[in-house]
């Protein structure tokens, strides 16, 4: 069983920071993709970024220059530095994992989600 936990978020001012983590555990899975996704009230869930296995970025346009993925591939760990955030960043914000393992000589993919984490930015 897979669980991804995210932590860091928060209430900050507008034009302030946060780091948003999240922790995936699940000996027998390996982290492929890793993607931060945020849904305002409202509003329709929405990719931020998205991150490979190796390493590989990829923005929204709304997070490009201001906020950046990165991922500890041997911890399962992933992190979103949010930098400049605007009261339209306000959002819960979630983490995504495709994982791959092999079962009875299978291979086979999932996706998993974790709880969300509440990021509130103030004008």
């Known amino acids: 069983q897979v669980r991804l936990v995210e932590s860091g978020g928060g209430l900050v001012q507008a034009g302030g920071s946060l780091r948003l983590s999240c922790a995936g555990s699940?000996?027998?899975?390996?982290?492929?993709?890793m993607r931060w996704y945020r849904q305002a009230l409202g509003k329709q869930r929405e990719l931020v970024a998205s991150?490979?296995?190796?390493?590989?970025?990829v923005y929204a346009d709304s997070a490009k220059g201001r906020f950046t993925i990165s991922r500890d591939g041997a911890k399962n760990t992933m992190s979103l530095q949010m930098n400049s955030l605007k009261p339209d960043d306000t959002a819960d914000y979630y983490c995504n994992a495709r994982v791959a393992t092999v079962l009875a000589g299978s291979p086979y993919e999932y996706t998993y989600w974790g709880q969300g984490t509440q990021v509130t930015v103030s004008s």
């Open positions: 991150i490979t296995s190796d390493g590989r970025a």
């Open positions: 699940g000996s027998i899975y390996t982290f492929n993709d």
